[in-house]
């Protein structure tokens, strides 16, 4: 099992359309969780962290169920320039501060 | 904010040569820099951890031989991968760990070398 796994994608959404992305990990250790965006040939950049309260940042809100060990995001009234891979990513539960990406979710917004 | 560069962005060397990699955080000191790869429709795998003044350490199945890591200064780490091979053409990504005003470690990443092993 993968330590971060999430929706396989891609997604193809109009324009306007509420998008939510899921992800679980496997470490039930680990501490901080976060979602990166990156496009095409380029480097992943901190879109959020995802809080335990769960958390909003304009069109997009983040959830976290330790329990579960589950993460979400979810984009309201998607953008053109959303388009891109959205990446789970959680800190290692350890002193190492090591993250673990999880493979991403490559969205479209299509006009 | 935190800024790490990469040098170079992209290059293409033939096989059986070594390729450096730099990495530098400009604008903030970091004892810790971590080493990424991304091969197409795939994840950043972490290759190693980079640590000033001591040796990396690296991940399982991460050839340590061959992805030479060296972190002299407190602002740049270096990757050398050497006798590459067409199978090592990938996307390496450094980031660099700053701590926050809050106290949190962030991580900044570089903005990636693309190397063509032909």
């Known amino acids: 099992r993968k330590e971060v796994e999430q929706d396989p994608g891609p997604f193809n959404v109009p324009e306007g359309a509420t998008v939510a992305f899921n992800c679980t990990y496997s470490n039930s250790a680990s501490q901080s969780f976060f979602w990166y965006r990156q496009d095409c040939r380029k480097e992943p950049k901190l879109l959020m962290s995802v809080y335990s309260s769960g958390n909003e940042d304009g069109r997009f809100t983040a959830q976290l169920n330790r329990a579960s060990q589950y993460i979400s995001l979810l984009i309201r009234d998607s953008k053109l320039s959303d388009s891109a891979t959205y990446l789970c990513?959680?800190?290692?539960?350890?002193?190492?501060?090591?993250?673990?990406f999880g493979t991403g979710t490559l969205l479209a917004v299509q006009p | 904010g935190a800024v790490v560069s990469q040098h170079p962005s992209w290059v293409i060397c033939k096989s059986g040569t070594s390729v450096k990699i730099e990495c530098r955080s400009l604008?903030?000191?970091?004892?810790?820099m971590f080493w990424y790869r991304q091969f197409p429709k795939q994840s950043l795998m972490l290759m190693a951890t980079?640590?000033?003044?001591?040796?990396?350490?690296?991940e399982q199945g991460v050839e340590k031989d061959k992805f030479l890591i060296n972190h002299a200064s407190l602002t740049l780490s270096t990757l050398t991968v050497t006798s590459a091979h067409p199978e090592d053409s990938s996307f390496y990504i450094c980031?660099?760990?700053?701590?926050?005003?809050?106290?949190?470690?962030?991580?900044?990443f570089g903005p990636g070398t693309r190397l063509t092993v032909t």
């Open positions: 980079s640590n000033e003044g001591s040796k990396a350490t690296y």
């Open positions: 980031s660099a760990l700053r701590r926050g005003t809050s106290g949190a470690y962030e991580q900044y």
């Open positions: 990513v959680v800190r290692d539960g350890g002193a190492t501060n090591k993250l673990i």
């Open positions: 604008d903030f000191q970091a004892t810790t």
